[in-house]
């Protein structure tokens, strides 16, 4: 799914903020991206989003060499991928309704279950009153659930999250973060920056520590560092997801 070999990421004439990263994401796997404020969280996801090239190594996604798409070959492999911006980059004349419902019309879904999946959704991250709201008129984080929103409903193969619970209280931080690990049950990957610490200590996945702008990759459960593998994990989240016409009703567990 994704794999960095000898990646660094430098700015300007000023010091590396990666330096000779190295590791492998299977699919359907699911980690933290930890590490202090200006580690480089978020420049990691930006290459693996494609929006930043490595000024050196090789990134790979989906089995491609990032370095030999062309042009015309990028927006294709990037609507697989679900990004949660900290900025949130929303569409200011579009309504929320309109922005969520975005990734799923330009897959050409029906209309009659675009107003299901979204609807359904928006009212599982707490935002059913504020449909017809342009991003201007909502809080932060009311915008960060949008963003939210956006990317997952189309059930991307890649989720990329950059602080997707810095702007909401704790309740509704949960209720995403089921959101997440129900996605990544239906075998998406995801990778989720975070500095909440309490955040990775309850949810007990695997970590991608940046230290020293290197990287490792860290399971808490055996407490041993190792390279990734794949697994699928999920917990609470009834909303359904859709894509290219299907959909998937998300389920609590235990759930006929």
């Known amino acids: 799914m994704i794999l960095f070999d000898g990646v660094a990421v430098q700015y300007s004439a000023g010091p590396p903020i990666l330096h000779d990263v190295t590791f492998t994401l299977a699919p359907g796997s699911f980690h933290f991206l930890?590490?202090?404020?200006?580690?480089?969280?978020?420049?990691?996801?930006?290459?693996?989003?494609?929006?930043?090239?490595?000024?050196?190594?090789?990134?790979?996604?989906?089995?491609?060499?990032?370095?030999?798409?062309?042009?015309?070959?990028?927006?294709?492999?990037?609507?697989?991928?679900?990004?949660?911006?900290?900025?949130?980059?929303?569409?200011?004349?579009?309504?929320?309704f309109d922005n969520v419902a975005l990734p799923l019309r330009i897959a050409?879904?029906?209309?009659?279950?675009?107003r299901k999946h979204v609807t359904e959704l928006l009212s599982w991250v707490g935002l059913k009153d504020h449909l017809d709201a342009l991003p201007a008129t909502l809080s932060g984080g009311q915008q960060q659930r949008v963003s939210i929103a956006r990317a997952v409903i189309a059930r991307p193969s890649l989720l990329l999250a950059d602080e997707p619970t810095g702007n909401v209280d704790d309740v509704i931080g949960l209720r995403l973060m089921y959101l997440f690990e129900e996605l990544n049950r239906l075998g998406t990957t995801v990778v989720i920056a975070t500095h909440n610490d309490t955040l990775v200590s309850r949810f007990n996945h695997r970590q991608l520590r940046i230290e020293e702008s290197s990287i490792r990759v860290f399971d808490p459960r055996p407490m041993t560092a190792y390279p990734a593998q794949g697994s699928a994990q999920g917990s609470a989240g009834p909303p359904t997801l859709?894509?290219?016409g299907a959909s998937t009703q998300l389920r609590r567990p235990g759930a006929a």
């Open 34 to 96: 930890v590490g202090r404020s200006g580690a480089g969280k978020s420049s990691m996801l930006k290459v693996m989003y494609l929006g930043l090239r490595p000024t050196r190594g090789t990134v790979s996604l989906f089995g491609r060499d990032v370095a030999t798409l062309n042009r015309a070959e990028m927006p294709a492999l990037r609507r697989r991928i679900g990004v949660v911006f900290q900025d949130f980059r929303l569409i200011e004349h579009l309504s929320t």
């Open 108 to 114: 050409g879904v029906r209309e009659s279950e675009i």
């Open 242 to 244: 859709g894509a290219g």
